[in-house]
T-cell receptor, first 110, second 113 residues
Framework: DAKTTQPPSMDCAEGRAANLPCNHS???????VYWYRQIHSQGPQYIIH???NNETNEMASLIITEDRKSSTLILPHATLRDTAVYYC???????????FGKGTHLIIQP | GAVVSQHPSRVICKSGTSVKIECRSL??????MFWYRQFPKQSLMLMAT?????????EQGVEKDKFLINHASLTLSTLTVTSAHPEDSSFYIC?????????FGPGTRLTVT
């Protein structure tokens, strides 16, 4: 079973910031928080990951709470191409198979 | 990010035949590759972990004699669906593990008639 809980769907206006929450209250000390997204009928795409510090890359920012029990993925300026299912996953690293939950279907509205 | 390819992208086969799907990491060497399956309107489910030069590790409920995995080199893993049946129709996706993240292939749509 997935160790994360996400809202099933969210809407966001194009050009605005999309904030996607994730709860992972049973995360272990050595597990990272990963975010992937899947556009319809394609393979998932890696977005970002973090352990306990906030992280930012060219795609998104990841905010992890101090107790590490929840996190938020931020897409700063959402575009229509960001419409996808976003998966929050906790994992020990690249050598571990991933357990996908149901994810959040983010719909960017024009 | 790293590039992972899959071939074929789509395949239709008759019930009882076998189908081989290839997964290649194009610009890095992957000691570990993974195979996932995704049914319509469902999430990805891990089928097996493929380690270069050793036997694959299958998840509970996945038949190792039906889904044969070979990881003969650091850039290639293959999944063979043997004696395919209509219920094996699905979207099969591979990934290659890097230090922290996994890079996914584009997926193979298998339809068994």
């Amino acid at each position: 079973d997935a160790k994360t809980t996400q809202p099933p769907s969210m809407d966001c206006a194009e050009g605005r910031a999309a904030n996607l929450p994730c709860n992972h209250s049973t995360i272990s000390g050595n597990e990272y928080v990963y975010w992937y997204r899947q556009i319809h009928s394609q393979g998932p795409q890696y977005i970002i990951h973090g352990l306990k510090n906030n992280e930012t890359n060219e795609m998104a920012s990841l905010i992890i709470t101090e107790d590490r029990k929840s996190s938020t993925l931020i897409l700063p300026h959402a575009t229509l191409r960001d419409t996808a299912v976003y998966y929050c996953i906790v994992s020990g690293g690249g050598a571990d198979g991933l357990t996908f939950g149901k994810g959040t279907h983010l719909i960017i509205q024009p | 990010g790293a590039v992972v390819s899959q071939h074929p992208s789509r395949v239709i086969c008759k019930s009882g035949t076998s189908v081989k799907i290839e997964c290649r990491s194009l610009d890095f060497q992957a000691t570990t590759m993974f195979w996932y399956r995704q049914f319509p309107k469902q999430s990805l489910m891990l089928m097996a972990t493929s380690n270069e030069g050793s036997k694959a590790t299958y998840e509970q409920g996945v038949e190792k004699d039906k889904f044969l995995i070979n990881h003969a080199s650091l850039t290639l893993s293959t999944l063979t669906v043997t004696s395919a049946h209509p219920e094996d129709s699905s979207f099969y996706i591979c990934s290659a593990g890097a230090s922290y993240e996994q890079y996914f292939g584009p997926g193979t749509r298998l339809t068994v008639t």
